[in-house]
């Protein structure tokens, strides 16, 4: 890996000498607002050249960022739409358990809660068990 990048750094800064030298010609350079002073037509060629690459990397960069981001808002949202379903799942169970008789029901035939264990004394100090429900 490190030589191919020493090959490429290599090639480029080839390419950027043989533009130097073939374009040896002195231009000015217009900037609309103000007036840079002539230089090189090869240096020039490069400036701009390296000008674009580092604008292209800092773009590229920016909408890959805007893309992640999309993808993981996506990701996120089918994980909520997943989680919503086993919540709504989840309480269906809760109310059908809610809803099922339990065993005092069908042992005894009423709820549990709704009866009530009261103990009646006899006049002979006998205890009666009686039951009794609730209102």
């Given at each position: 890996?490190r ?21 040896n ?14 230089m ?21 960069i ?6 992640q ?26 109310d059908?358990?809610?809803?099922s008789p ?18 009646a004394?006899?006049m002979?100090?006998q205890?009666?068990l009686?039951?009794?429900?609730r209102?």
């Amino acid at each position: 890996m490190r030589f191919l990048l020493f090959v490429l750094l290599f090639l480029s800064f080839a390419y950027a000498l043989g533009l130097v030298l073939a374009n040896n010609t002195e231009v000015g350079v217009n900037l609309i607002f103000s007036q840079a002073p002539a230089m090189n037509l090869g240096l020039l060629l490069i400036l701009c050249l390296i000008l674009g690459v580092v604008i292209g990397i800092l773009l590229s960069i920016l909408i890959f960022r805007v893309l992640q981001n999309k993808w993981e808002i996506s990701r996120l949202q089918k994980a909520n739409t997943n989680l919503q379903e086993q919540l709504t799942q989840a309480n269906i169970v809760i109310d059908r358990q809610a809803n099922s008789p339990t065993v005092e029901d069908a042992v005894y035939g009423s709820t549990a809660s709704n009866v009530q264990d009261t103990t009646a004394v006899k006049m002979d100090n006998q205890p009666i068990l009686t039951k009794h429900k609730r209102d």
